[in-house]
């Protein structure tokens, strides 16, 4: 793993968290998704995507995948913005791993090119991989998108998810950021202070030591952190102000997104 | 207020406080004065009940801030909510999803009812002049903006005792003047104020009273004018450096202070 790989990823980080800033944008707006409770939208959009794990019909995959798009059309979240974001990227990663089933899966032969055999059922195997993990990443891209961080963190608390883990996912959002900042600056540093293109042994045991660092800062930020905490009287336990509220059409929604889940996962089974 | 006798504290050996003892008063604007790596965060840290002391007696109105009292509720919950450390770096302070849960913890940690945590909140944000940043998370603000948001999650409890950790410091020079203003506001309170800071320009404006330190030690104890009219002190404790420059043909050096605003010679 060389150095440049490193500090290309680090950067791909940073890009990813500045576009997750975006999104609160998104979270904002007045759309079918926006409006619900999100304790709602946490459990509907995850009934959605439980069904489309267990089914095994590439028809009713498809469904639930038009069901997200439609959701994404009436919650004003851009097709294209999935495209780039979503869609392509989970087709380049899951396609790199589905492509080998196409020709090694035993079955009915539909083309031959040399010693490589496509079958139907490795058609079928990959077509239903990818099209899985494309509704399911959408879902949880959807709901990501369409509720503010916070708000996520409080719908997971409410549905009893431990005080512990919801503040430890909290926590781990926040200093990410930190994190990659920092990171971002010691790439620099480094950058700054170096003429030419190192060995590869030597960027490798660079980025060894850079790798010891953050982990070194990380452990000092997490020592300052819980200090900061207790100063302000943290004993032990999170205490939070819940102030969500459900409506009828939160409860109508909610009605609705758990019987498409169910639906699906029956006739999918 | 405080008391500290004969206080010992070290990080894995290396001592940070050597026989520390000193006595703050209810109402003081105290300075601690030093170079980095003096003790002074080490003793903001102590005075917030956050080390225990290795050596030695910390005392709050007379009660000890030991790890076993410390551990008692009935004694923590009115301590918190007296004593608030805003601490150095904004950054491990500022921890929660939003402004406004940021501001709303304290109050929630101390149990307060909700209807109170909301209005106080509220309030806070307003005198901060910081509402309009509410939704907004952390990692999206300013530096200044960060450091009146720390200040906030702090002063929402409306705390007898604040303790400031270079309040200024890594500030452009419009937000340093307005903590300063914030805390020369508080000036004539009961509010007892101990700043930790290396930067002597600011100090005046903050404190009655300055306590120099060095090496885990008290250095020097007196009121602000007097600390500060002693230069080989201020030199020896490294906090002005001798300065070499010339006019015209003449070099000569003197002891210098750095400052955004002034420029002492």
Redesign the interface.
Known sequence: MSGRFLESTAMGFARAITRA?ES?RIARQRGLLQRLDPRVRVVGLLSLILAATLTRKIGVVAALFGVAVLLAILSRVSLLLLLRRVWLVVLAFTGVIALPAIFITPGTVMARTGALQVTEQGLRTATLLVLRVETAVSLCSLLVLCT???MV?QSLRALRLPREAVAML??T???V??LVETASQMFESRRSRRVGILPGAEQRRMAARTAGVLLSKTVE?SN??Y?????????GE????SSLHMTMWDYIGLLLFLLAGAFAAWIGR | MFELREVFFDYDGVPALQGLSLDIAKGERVALLGANGSGKSTLLRLLDGLYPAAKGAVLFEGAPLTAEHLQDDSFTLPFRRRVALVFQNPDVQLFNPTVWDEVAFAPLQLRWPKEQVVARVDETLRLMGISALRERPPYRLSGGEKKRVALASVLVLDPEVLLLDEPTATLDPRSQSQVIDLIQEWKGSSRTVITATHQLEIVEDIADRIIVMEEGRVAADGATGQILGDRELLLRANLVHAHRHSHGDVTHSHPHVHSHGKHEH
């Open positions: 800033m609160e503010p961080w916070a963190l909290a926590m959002y926040r200093y950021f930190l930020t300052e952190v200090l900061a905490m207790q100063s302000r009287g943290f004993r999170v205490e939070t102000l």
